[in-house]
């Protein structure tokens, strides 16, 4: 799982900024030199396992399966806009597996939601980073 998580850490590293929409325009915010979110900003990731737990992560305080391909990950802050989210599902022999995401534009809780090609709900892990403008 270690190696797997990793690829999601590596792709985030390569970001040297972060842009996101407020009041109809799109506003870029230049990450510090050691990638961590700037002062009102507030980034978490981490991997889920398909039963739900919650693997290595940053800045999550919980995270669980609520039925079946349907997962809740809790932050530990609330974002006062809508965040960025990717996440990548990990099926390992469904190659078509596909997460998506849901939230408020405000709040700590992301809703994913991980199926198969045809939109069948599939138990998969995956990670996930989020970044967003904090309350």
Known sequence: MKKIFALSIVFFVVISSFAFAQENKVVVVPL???????????????????????????????????????????????????????????????????????SSNTGNTIFFYVANGTGTPLDSGFTFIVYGPTQ
């Not at 050691?34 to 999550?60: Q, R, W």
């Not at 609520?66 to 006062?80: A, N, Q, R, W």
């Not at 390992?92 to 995401?101: E, K, L, P, Q, R």
């Open 32 to 102: 510090s030199s050691n990638k961590t979110a700037p002062p009102g900003f507030f980034m978490a990731f981490g991997y889920v396992g398909p039963s739900g737990n919650l693997g290595e992560s940053y800045g999550v305080l919980s995270a669980s399966r609520t039925d079946f391909g349907d997962y809740t990950v809790t932050l530990e802050k609330s974002f006062s806009a809508g965040p960025i989210v990717t996440a990548t599902a990990f099926s390992f022999g469904n190659s078509d597996a596909i997460v998506t995401w849901s």
